[in-house]
């Protein structure tokens, strides 16, 4: 009888933990917008990433013109949902803004499924390999995705944490581009 009051106390507490936290997670992510501009006015880290000949690229060696730089892996599914995004506004913008779109290489992610996965949607943008972490470590980036918002000077205007929409990416364009 004993182990049955036992077993008992320890599901119910058990069932109250559950779904405390998931109260507690559907409360904090109504509070969290996803989609949304974070503003700074840092400058921006330089970073060191290849591309995919493997010669290596720098950030600053853009400066002079605005910068959208995004963190990716292609196992990632908010990173697959923006993509077609990325490429429809590349394609427009090509021509006065520097795309980075930075893979996030090493571990389960390869340079090989990553290019292989850019290649099987027909993507457009320039894709770079962050292989050694250091892009990751300077933007300090430990979910992705996240696009940075680079203006001509080479300062963060803005930033956005998770998959964005197509509005705040031209919202983050019109945030560097000087208009």
């Not at 795309?99 to 499924?113: A, D």
């Not at 457009?124 to 892009?135: K, L, M, Q, W």
């Amino acid at each position: 009888m004993k182990n049955k009051k036992t077993l008992v106390i320890t599901l119910l507490t058990f069932a109250v933990i559950i779904i405390g936290a998931a109260v507690l997670y559907n409360y904090l992510s109504a509070k969290v917008s996803y989609d949304s501009i974070g503003e700074s006015t840092s400058s921006a880290a330089d970073i060191t990433v290849t591309d995919e000949s493997n010669r290596e690229v720098n950030l600053s060696d853009m400066k002079g013109k605005p910068v959208i730089l995004n963190f990716w892996a292609s196992w990632c599914g908010p990173c697959q949902s923006e993509m077609p995004i990325f490429d429809k506004i590349y394609d427009r913008y090509k021509n006065d803004i520097n795309f980075m779109m930075v893979n996030l290489t090493g571990g389960r992610e390869t340079k090989e499924s990553a290019s292989e996965y850019i290649k099987s949607q027909e993507y457009s943008f320039p894709v770079y390999y962050d292989t050694n972490g250091e892009g990751a470590m300077s933007y300090e980036t430990y979910s992705i995705p996240v696009t940075y918002f680079i203006d001509a000077d080479g300062n963060i205007a803005g930033y956005v944490k998770g998959a964005l929409s197509e509005e705040t990416l031209l919202e983050g364009i019109d945030m560097i581009s000087g208009k």
